[in-house]
Antibody, heavy 123, light 109 residues
């Protein structure tokens, strides 16, 4: 059973860089799924950050594109998220999620989520 | 920019009632790439419906997704106590590539 687990610093200083890792266990980062990052500020709706394919192809939310970098390390079965020049508005729970290829085609939705990790931006 | 608008913001019903949640897109969605999620307090979202009407594995058949183009609905027949939560719709396609609605809170009346 595939599981996702986010990890990283819970506190980041303003203007610093937020760096998170998502470890995939119970299965390999294969060649058929996209992997995404989604965040949720306190009391707010979900916000899609971006996605990465096994070959490193990415798509980012235009609102965050200038500050975001995603990467994949298949040897470690890990995904990474970097968000630069953070402000208090980046305080949120950050989730990694899987966007699978099903038997009938791409889901274009997230069928598997990590538990989320809380990141606070504060000095 | 595609914007998803969910209504109502809050829906107060009783167990056994039927709930109808709406999600309206500002642009027609390609291939009806519209999904619905359930989120309970302190938990990650749970996928209920993708492709507008396909239930994910293990989702009870009381959850029914419908609609096309710009207007979509999630119907929950015969509400169970565990169904009271926040529900989000999510699209794929256009710009941004994905986004979520602002959510509908389903609460016990």
């Amino acid at each position: 059973q595939v599981q996702l687990q986010e990890s990283g610093p819970g506190l980041v200083k303003p203007s610093g860089t937020l760096s998170l890792t998502c470890t995939v266990s119970g299965g390999a980062i294969g060649t058929s799924d996209w992997w995404d990052w989604v965040r949720q500020a306190p009391g707010k709706e979900l916000e899609w950050i971006g996605e990465i394919y096994h070959n490193g192809n990415t798509n980012y939310n235009p609102s965050l594109k200038s500050r975001v970098t995603m990467s994949v390390d298949k040897s470690r079965n890990q995904l990474s998220l970097q968000l630069r020049s953070v402000t208090a508005a980046d305080t949120a729970v950050y989730y990694c999620a899987r966007e699978p290829l099903g038997s009938s085609g791409w889901y274009k939705a997230f069928d598997l989520w990590g538990q989320g990790t809380t990141v606070t931006v504060s000095s | 920019e595609i914007v998803l608008t969910q209504s109502p913001g809050t829906l107060a019903l009783s167990p056994g009632d039927r709930a109808i949640l709406s999600c309206r897109s500002s642009q027609s969605l390609t291939n009806n790439y519209l999904a619905w999620y359930q989120q309970k307090l302190g938990q990650a979202p749970r996928l209920l419906i993708y492709g507008a009407s396909t239930r994910d594995t293990g989702i009870p058949d009381r959850f029914i997704g419908g609609g096309s183009g710009t207007d979509f609905t999630l119907t929950i027949r015969r509400l169970e106590p565990e169904d009271f939560a926040v529900y989000y719709c999510q699209h794929y396609g256009g710009s941004p590539l994905m986004s979520f609605g602002q959510g509908t809170r389903l609460e016990i009346k």
